[in-house]
């Protein structure tokens, strides 16, 4: 699976692009709203911190649908599932999570 | 035996306001009373506006937010109101006085001020707000390293080959959590420790940290512009801890600088710490002060040194303002009691 990550925090990219990588992913990483647009033209999967700055978040997971299969909310806050349903995403995933969860959110 | 004294005296001891109003036939609000310690302050007494009507008493803002209150009391309405005028808020207790056929004739009522009620509750208010976004930042932003070392020992389980690669990240993730742990603690402290107000050189402390600064890094050159003579008030120990903040940044990120300058001057009765450093995203001049926030990731910092300087002019009651663009430098101003 094509899997892009979008969050502002480098250590949070280049581990979770580890993790991936190492469960057979094939991954890129934007560290901006800006870049993440570009980058998700075509991939499977866009993993979203909920906290970029730009474009109201919801409007940043619409943009995103329209190039990207998926968008996978990443989220460090505490949310439920009506949270992310009201932001159009298709799932969410709260770190730090495991892999287990973000496998099972892929699918 | 009881004392016979007109009511009049007796009001005039009170501190509040005791009030009757009427409408007159053009139609706009009168005061045949209006007595009492406020009302002496005001130069608002009965004898002193007599014939004014509410709009030639009250000019603005002010007479439209009254008279709104004024004319829904002679409407019926009793719930109490407050109004503010130059800082200070007056409560106002409106009840109507009906004729025999039950039509509202007049409003009479009392005025207590309420301002240390009002300063109180907005204290309290801003207080559980940014109670509200600090645990919001807590809550999101330790778990941020959080998820590096839940990434790293995951990685670590299914490869173990690689444990040696990532011990060293996993100490620095866990050291940069610490060291956001501890920052937190300071800013709280800054909240909660008693202050001690008295005279400040600001010079001075300056000085001082411009020599932290330098014997930190002697190889690096940078030139430190420091007024002379500045003074102000305010607790010395915290007012150390906001130069310390506004000079480090300045320090940290003139880095890259050939010609690095950092001043602190003042400017428009306020204390100036500029820079010609990276500077900030000219949107991002309030969004720096929140706890958490980090404009520059590639720079070291825990994003909460700012939200303490704001936190220590606050509570000084002065203010601070920042300004700056992409590599164009930065500026912060803040005011302190004057010395």
């Not at chain 2, 009302?39 to 008493?57: M, N, P, V, W, Y």
Request: net charge negative; glycine share 8%.
């Amino acid at each position: 699976m094509k899997i892009l990550v979008v969050d502002d925090e480098e250590d949070i990219r280049t581990t979770t692009r580890l993790l991936l990588e190492m469960h057979g992913h094939k991954v890129v990483t934007s560290g901006s709203w800006q870049e993440a647009r570009d980058s998700a033209v075509g991939v499977d999967v866009v993993l979203q911190d909920v906290r970029m700055p730009g474009l109201d978040l919801e409007s940043q997971i619409t943009a995103l649908q329209a190039v990207a299969g998926r968008v996978i909310l990443f989220t460090g806050e505490q949310m439920t599932d009506l949270d992310a349903a009201a932001t159009g995403a298709d799932a969410f995933v709260q770190k730090p999570f495991h892999m287990d969860e973000l496998t099972a959110a892929l699918r | 035996m009881h004392d016979e004294r007109p009511l009049q005296e007796v009001v005039d001891l009170m501190p509040d306001v005791l009030f009757r109003c009427h409408r007159e036939a053009d139609g706009k609000i009168y005061w045949s009373l209006n007595e009492g310690g406020l009302a002496r302050e005001f130069h608002l007494t009965t004898q002193e506006i007599r014939g004014k009507s509410l709009e030639e008493l009250f000019e603005g803002g002010a007479s439209q937010a009254i008279r709104e209150h004024f004319e829904a009391a002679f409407e019926g309405e009793t719930a109490p109101f407050v109004n503010e005028i130059e800082g200070r808020y007056f409560k106002h207790f409106p009840q109507p006085l009906r004729n025999d056929q039950g039509k509202i004739v007049e409003v009479v009522g009392f005025i207590s001020e309420v301002t240390e009620l009002v300063e109180a509750q907005q204290k309290l208010e801003r207080a559980y707000q940014d109670l509200d976004a600090f645990a919001h930042s807590v809550s999101h932003d330790l778990r941020s390293p959080l998820t590096v070392v839940s990434n790293l020992v995951q990685a670590v389980q299914m490869a173990p080959e690689n444990l040696q690669q990532v011990t060293q990240r996993l100490q620095d993730t866990v050291h940069k959590m610490d060291n956001m742990i501890g920052a937190m603690l300071a800013f709280s402290r800054t909240t909660q420790a008693p202050m001690h107000v008295g005279s400040l050189d600001v010079t001075n402390i300056a000085k001082e940290m411009a020599q932290i600064f330098d014997e930190q890094d002697e190889g690096r050159r940078i030139t430190w512009d420091i007024a002379q003579d500045m003074q102000a008030r305010g607790d010395p120990q915290m007012v150390r801890v906001v130069l310390q903040n506004l000079m480090g940044n300045a320090y940290k990120y003139t880095a890259g600088q050939a010609d690095a300058r950092v001043w602190v001057r003042e400017a428009d009765g306020k204390i100036e710490v500029g820079d010609n450093g990276i500077g900030f995203a000219e949107d991002a001049a309030t969004r720096i002060f929140a706890p958490f926030q980090r404009e520059a990731q590639e720079f070291e910092g825990h994003g909460i040194g700012l939200a303490t300087v704001k936190r220590i002019v606050e509570r000084h009651g002065g203010q601070i303002e920042a300004e700056g663009s992409p590599g164009k430098g930065a500026r912060f101003r803040f005011s302190l009691e004057p010395a």
